[in-house]
C-alpha cells in the first residue's frame, strides 16, 4: 500500500512540476495596448522585422493592430517558435488583425543606404500601406526611430507586447516565403535552410563560389 502511495505522490510531484515548467515558457504579455487604449490611443500598431542580420535577402516589416479582444493560443516572439506554429498563427493573426500590413527593403536598398536606413523606410512604408492610420506604434528594439506618428520602442517587445509578438510573425513567415522562392533561382545557396542568415554552410558556399545577386555586397563575414 506504502508503496502504491509512494508512486502516486510521485506522479502527482512530477505532474506539477511539468505544469510549472509549462507554465514557465509561456510568455506573458504586458497589457500596453490596453493601457494606450484607455488613454485615447484607438489604434496601436505592433511593429517588428526580421531580417537585419543575413548576408542576403530583404529586411522586412510588419505593422498590425490586433483585436482587442483576439485569442491567440501560442502567441509568442517568432524567434521562439517552430515554422508549423508560426504558420498556424499567421493565418489566425490575420483574422483577427483590426489592420496590417507587410513591407520588404530589397538587398539593393539596404547596401545604399545601411540596414538601420532600410528599416526605417520598412516600417514607414508599413504604416503608409494600412488602411486605418495607426494612432501610435509600438516598435521592438532601442534604435532610434524616424516617423510621422507617435511611438514607443520596447526592448524586447516581441516577447513582452501581443501586437509585437504577432508582427514579428508575419514579418518573419512573409520573408522565409521569400527566401525559399530564391532557393529555387539559386539552388545551390540552399537558402531554404538558412534563410540567408550567414552559417558555416552559407560561408563555405559563398567563399568557393562566390555572391549572387540577391546578397548584400556591403555585408562583411569570416569564412
Given at each position: 500500500m506504502r508503496r502504491l502511495l509512494s508512486k502516486k505522490i510521485k506522479r502527482k510531484l512530477l505532474l506539477q512540476k511539468r505544469n510549472r515548467s509549462n507554465q514557465f515558457h509561456m510568455p506573458i504579455f504586458l497589457p500596453i495596448e490596453s493601457r494606450l487604449i484607455r488613454q485615447g490611443f484607438q489604434l496601436v500598431a505592433g511593429i517588428d522585422e526580421v531580417g537585419r542580420g543575413p548576408l542576403a535577402g530583404p529586411v522586412v516589416s510588419a505593422a498590425v493592430i490586433l483585436n482587442e479582444r483576439a485569442d491567440l493560443p501560442g502567441l509568442d516572439d517568432s524567434k521562439k517558435l517552430s515554422a508549423k506554429k508560426?504558420?498556424?498563427?499567421?493565418?489566425?493573426?490575420?483574422?483577427?488583425?483590426?489592420?496590417?500590413?507587410?513591407?520588404?527593403?530589397?538587398?539593393?536598398?539596404?547596401?545604399?543606404?545601411?540596414?538601420?536606413?532600410?528599416?526605417?523606410?520598412?516600417?514607414?512604408?508599413?504604416?503608409?500601406?494600412?488602411?486605418?492610420?495607426?494612432?501610435?506604434?509600438?516598435?521592438?528594439?532601442?534604435?532610434?526611430?524616424?516617423?510621422?506618428?507617435?511611438f514607443l520602442s520596447m526592448i524586447e517587445g516581441d516577447s513582452r507586447i501581443r501586437s509585437i509578438a504577432a508582427a514579428s510573425i508575419l514579418a518573419k513567415v512573409a520573408r522565409d516565403a521569400v527566401m525559399t522562392h530564391y532557393s529555387k533561382e539559386y539552388p545551390e545557396y540552399g537558402f531554404e535552410r538558412h534563410m540567408g542568415y550567414g552559417t558555416r554552410f552559407h560561408r563555405n558556399v559563398i567563399t568557393k563560389i562566390g555572391f549572387c545577386e540577391i546578397h548584400r555586397k556591403s555585408y562583411t563575414f569570416k569564412p
Open positions: 508560426r504558420l498556424i498563427l499567421f493565418q489566425k493573426i490575420l483574422d483577427n488583425a483590426v489592420d496590417y500590413a507587410i513591407a520588404f527593403v530589397p538587398h539593393q536598398i539596404i547596401d545604399r543606404i545601411n540596414i538601420i536606413n532600410a528599416l526605417r523606410i520598412a516600417n514607414d512604408l508599413c504604416i503608409n500601406a494600412m488602411r486605418f492610420r495607426p494612432d501610435i506604434a509600438l516598435i521592438d528594439g532601442r534604435d532610434k526611430q524616424i516617423m510621422d506618428i507617435p
